[in-house]
C-alpha cells in the first residue's frame, strides 16, 4: 500500500501537481484536488453532464441562476431534468410533473427545446472527440471515453490531468459543468462519475474495487432494476458483498447469463470496450399524454403524428429500418412493446404507421394507455427500402403522396401538408 | 387399447403426421398424437386446429381403443427403437399413461383422454377430383418460394390455387406473390375441378403437402370446399383451412407489352448471378444487368467489401438496357425453370420483367427490378 503523501494527485483548477498530503493547492489555493493510487494508470472515462437541459437553460437566462428550474412537458408530462435547488427540495427526473410541483411549488418548469440541448450536446461532444477519438454516447449528454495511449499526443499529460482540463474547458467555453469518472472499466467509470455531482472528478482503482462494491446495492449493478432486484431480495441478497462471495456456476444456475452479469460486475470485472461507432441502432418517438387514452382513434392520430416523426428523421439521416416497433405503457405503467419485421427496410411514413396500426389493433380494447411510442430498428442503407409492390398498387401511390407532402412540409413547415389523421380543424390537439 | 406394431410402420407415419404438431403449444392437447387401434389398423392423427394429418397403419390389435400422447416424444422414442423391432402400445386400465415397450426398452407416457383432441371439422366438399402427384408437386415447387411472410397481407400467406381458361384449354393454375416478384404455374386441369372456388391454401400446409405427394406418381385425390381443403393418398389423408381472403387480380400484374427479349442459358444465367452475388451482403443487394447485343454483364457493387462483373452471351437484338434485380429472387426463379433457355421479356428498368422457360409458359415469373 502505498503512503497518502506519495500519492499522485493534481489541482482540478490550476492542474499542479501537488505534492503530500497537501489539502489545497499550493499555488491557487484551490480545495479541489484529485489523488489517487492509480491516478497515472487509469484510462476508462465516463462524462456525465451535470443537470444537463437545466444547466442549458440557466446558461441562457442568467435570472434563472438562483431558481429551482424544471425542465419537462407539460402539466401531465414528466421532470426530464431539474437543476440541484430542484433536487434539494425533492424532485427527481422521471417524477411526474404534479408531484414534482407539488414538492417544488415554486419551481419555474420549462418546456425541453431538444433542438438547443443536442446543439450543446454535440459542441461538447466534438470537445470530446478532441481527446480521443474513441468516444461512446450514451446520449445527448454522456460518454465513454477511452484515453489509452492519448498521452502521446497531449504532451505526455495522462489521462486524469486531460480529463480535469477538458471539465475546465467545457465549464469555460460551453457554461455548463460536467462530472468525471475514471477507472479501469466502463462499468466503475459511470459508477464513479455519479458519485460527486455536480462539478464532480471520481475515480475508482483496481485495488480498491471490491471493497469498493462490497457495501453498495445490487441495483448499481448495470442490469439489475426494480424487479430483478427484488428477485435477489428474495433470496436474500441485497448487497454486492454478498454477490462475491458466491461462485459463478451457482449464479449461472440461478438467474442464467444475468448471473454471468453479476458473478463478473460484482467483482469489478467489465470486459466491454468503448465503440465510437456511433451510428443510430433504431429511430423512434413517442408522446406521454395528458389524460389516459384508450380509443381507437385518438392512439392512431398520435402514432400518425409519431410515425411522420420518425420518417422524417429517417429521410434526414438516409437510413430505413426493417423492423418496426410499437411501444405502449398502460394506466399502471406497464409497458408494452411489440415489433414486426417488414420484408423490405423502410423510410416512409406510410409503411411504419400502417405496421404500428395493425399491431396497435390488437392492442386496444381493454387498456388504457398513457404513453404510445412507434421506432424503426434493423437500420441499413435505402437503396433497398421501399420497392415497389406488385400487388399493393395504392402503395405506390401513397408513396409518391408523401415525397409530394415532404417538399411541401420543407418549404411550408410541418404543420402545411396534414393527412386526415392528424387534422383538427380547431387547434384541440394534444400535442 | 393394447396394439402391437412393426416399428417401420409406426416410425413411416410417425413421422408424416408429427410434423403437424408445433414444437411450442399453449394448449397442451395440440402437442399430442391420437391414436386409435381398431380392426386391423392403427389410426393417428395430429393437429394445429388449421391443419390435420391422420394416418393408418397395419398392426395388431388386442385390444380397441384409443388415447393422445405427447407427439414430438413418441416420435422421438420410436426413432431411437432398433430397426425391426416389434412395438406394443398399451394403456394402463385408468387410460392415465400408454406403455410404449419393444425388447427390453419400456416408456410411459402420460396420457391425455381422446375427447379432449379437436376435431377439425371438415364438413361438406363442393368438388373433388384426382390430380396426378407430380403435377400437384410441380405446381408447388414452382410457385412455393413466392408466398409471401408479410401477416399484415395475410391473403398473400399461401398458394393460390384456381382453374382458368388458357390456350384454350382449362387450366389447374397455381399463383404466388409477396409482391415483389409473382410465380405462376399450369397443368391442364384434371376432371371434376372445374367450375371449383378459386382457393388460398396457407404456406404450412403447402409445405405438408408438398411433402406428401414426393414421390408419388399415381393420382391424388382433392376434394375442396369454400373453407376447406382435403388431399388424400394411399391411407394418408390430410385436411386443412384454407385462407379466407381475396387473392388479388394478379392478372393485372403481369405484363402484356414488354418488347426487349433477351434469351439466356438458365444453367449458365444462375452459375453467374450465384458468383457476383457471392460479393452482396446477406440482406440481398441488387444485381445490375447490363444487356447489350449478344451480352449480358452482370455487376454487383457493396460499398462495405468491393464489387464483381461477370459476362454472359445473351440473344437479345433491341436496345441496351440497364435493369437491377435483387440477387436471391433471380436465383429462386432460375432454379425452378426447367428448360435449358430462359427468357426475359423486359420493358425499362422501372417496369416489372416477365421471365419464363423457353418451352412455354407453363411456369411463368415476374419480377419487380430495384434501383442500382
Known amino acids: ?431 | 387399447m393394447r396394439i402391437t406394431i412393426e416399428r417401420s410402420n409406426l416410425l413411416k407415419s410417425l413421422n408424416h403426421v408429427h410434423r403437424v404438431v408445433e414444437r411450442r403449444n399453449t394448449i397442451p392437447i395440440l402437442s399430442n398424437v391420437l391414436l386409435r387401434g381398431e380392426g386391423q389398423s392403427l389410426e393417428m392423427k395430429a393437429t394445429d386446429l388449421d391443419l390435420e394429418i391422420t394416418e393408418s397403419t397395419p398392426a395388431q390389435v388386442e385390444q380397441a381403443g384409443g388415447t393422445t400422447v405427447p407427439a414430438h416424444l413418441l416420435y422421438d422414442i420410436v426413432r431411437k427403437l432398433p430397426d425391426g423391432a416389434e412395438v406394443l402400445l398399451a394403456t394402463t386400465t385408468d387410460g392415465s399413461a400408454m406403455t410404449v415397450a419393444s425388447g427390453r426398452s419400456k416408456f410411459s407416457l402420460q396420457c391425455l383422454p381422446v375427447s379432449d383432441f379437436p376435431d377439425l371439422n371438415a364438413g361438406t366438399f363442393s368438388h373433388s377430383f384426382k390430380v396426378n402427384g407430380s403435377d400437384l408437386k410441380m405446381l408447388i415447387d414452382r410457385t412455393q418460394f413466392a408466398i409471401s411472410t408479410e401477416e399484415t397481407r395475410y391473403y398473400l400467406n399461401g398458394i393460390f390455387m384456381h382453374t382458368v381458361e388458357a390456350g384454350g384449354d382449362l387450366k389447374l393454375r397455381a399463383v404466388a406473390t409477396d409482391g415483389h416478384r409473382l410465380a405462376r404455374a399450369d397443368v391442364v386441369a384434371p376432371s371434376g375441378s372445374e367450375g371449383m372456388p378459386g382457393i388460398i391454401i396457407p404456406r404450412k400446409t403447402v409445405g405438408e403437402l408438398q411433402k406428401l405427394v414426393d414421390g408419388v406418381d399415381g393420382d391424388v385425390s382433392v376434394e375442396i370446399s369454400d373453407a376447406k381443403i382435403r388431399v388424400t393418398t394411399g391411407p394418408i389423408v390430410m385436411t386443412s383451412k384454407l385462407i379466407d381472403g381475396t387473392f388479388p387480380d394478379y392478372q393485372r400484374v403481369i405484363p402484356s407489352g414488354n418488347d426487349k427479349e433477351m434469351r439466356v442459358d438458365c444453367a449458365t444465367f444462375q452459375a453467374a448471378v450465384d458468383r457476383v452475388s457471392t460479393i452482396s451482403s446477406e440482406r440481398g443487394r441488387a444485381v445490375k444487368l447490363a444487356i447489350s447485343d449478344g451480352q449480358l454483364t452482370l455487376t454487383v457493387n457493396n460499398p462495405d467489401s468491393g464489387s464483381a462483373t461477370d459476362e454472359v452471351p445473351v440473344g437479345y437484338d433491341n436496345d441496351p438496357l440497364e435493369i437491377g434485380f435483387n440477387a436471391k429472387y433471380l436465383l429462386d426463379i432460375t432454379q425452378q425453370l426447367s428448360g435449358g433457355e430462359a427468357v426475359f421479356l423486359l420493358a425499362d428498368p422501372g417496369s416489372p420483367t416477365v421471365v419464363r422457360d423457353i418451352a412455354g409458359d407453363d411456369a411463368l415469373y415476374v419480377l419487380m427490378p430495384m434501383r442500382v
Open chain 1, 1 to 431: 500500500m502505498t503512503g497518502i503523501d506519495t500519492l499522485p494527485g493534481f489541482c482540478r483548477d490550476c492542474f499542479q501537481v501537488v505534492p503530500g498530503r497537501a489539502e489545497r493547492c499550493k499555488a491557487c489555493g484551490s480545495p479541489r484536488l484529485v489523488r489517487h493510487g492509480e491516478l497515472n494508470a487509469l484510462h476508462l472515462a465516463h462524462i456525465d453532464c451535470d443537470a444537463f437541459y437545466a444547466s442549458v437553460e440557466k446558461r441562457d437566462n442568467p435570472e434563472l441562476a438562483d431558481k429551482p428550474v424544471i425542465v419537462g412537458g407539460g402539466k401531465r408530462g414528466v421532470v426530464s431534468t431539474c437543476c440541484y435547488i430542484a433536487r434539494i427540495r425533492g424532485v427527481r427526473s422521471a417524477m411526474p410533473m404534479f408531484k414534482a410541483l407539488e414538492a417544488c411549488p415554486e419551481a419555474v418548469v420549462i418546456k425541453p427545446d431538444m433542438e438547443k440541448y443536442s446543439r450543446v450536446g454535440r459542441q461538447i461532444r466534438q470537445m470530446m472527440q478532441d481527446l480521443t477519438p474513441l468516444v461512446e454516447p450514451l446520449s445527448i449528454d454522456e460518454a465513454f471515453l477511452d484515453l489509452k495511449g492519448t498521452e502521446l499526443i497531449h504532451h505526455h499529460e495522462p489521462p486524469a490531468r486531460l480529463l480535469a482540463r477538458f471539465a475546465r474547458r467545457v465549464e469555460d467555453e460551453i457554461g455548463v459543468t460536467v462530472s468525471v469518472g475514471l477507472s479501469y472499466c466502463k462499468f466503475l467509470a459511470k459508477v464513479a462519475s455519479d458519485m460527486r455531482k455536480p462539478r464532480g472528478f471520481s475515480v475508482i482503482g483496481r485495488e480498491e474495487a471490491i471493497s469498493f462494491l462490497a457495501p453498495k446495492p445490487v441495483t448499481l449493478i448495470w442490469g439489475v432494476g426494480r424487479a430483478f432486484a427484488e428477485k435477489l431480495a428474495q433470496d436474500g441478497i441485497r448487497e454486492i458483498g454478498q454477490l462475491q462471495q458466491m461462485d459463478e456456476a451457482t449464479l449461472i444456475r440461478r438467474y442464467g447469463t444475468m448471473g454471468q452479469r453479476l458473478f463478473r460486475l460484482s467483482r469489478g470485472e467489465d470486459e466491454r470496450q468503448v465503440h465510437s461507432d456511433g451510428e443510430a441502432k433504431s429511430v423512434s418517438a413517442e408522446t406521454t399524454f395528458f389524460e389516459d387514452i384508450s380509443d381507437f382513434e385518438a392512439l392512431a392520430a398520435h402514432l400518425r403524428a409519431l410515425s411522420e416523426k420518425v420518417s422524417r428523421r429517417l429521410k434526414r439521416s438516409g437510413l430505413a429500418g426493417q423492423t418496426v416497433v410499437l411501444k405502449l405503457k398502460t394506466q399502471d405503467f406497464k409497458t408494452r412493446s411489440r415489433n414486426f419485421s417488414l420484408d423490405s427496410p423502410t423510410q416512409l411514413a406510410d409503411r411504419i404507421f400502417r405496421t404500428g396500426i395493425s399491431m396497435l389493433e390488437k392492442e386496444v380494447g381493454s387498456a388504457k394507455f398513457r404513453l404510445i411510442g412507434i421506432g424503426v430498428t434493423s437500420l441499413g442503407e435505402t437503396t433497398l427500402a421501399d420497392p415497389q409492390d406488385l400487388v399493393d398498387q395504392q402503395a405506390a401511390r401513397r408513396a409518391k403522396a408523401e415525397a409530394a407532402i415532404d417538399i411541401l412540409r420543407d418549404k411550408f413547415g410541418n404543420r402545411s401538408v396534414e393527412t386526415g389523421y392528424t387534422f383538427r380543424p380547431t387547434d384541440g390537439r394534444s400535442r
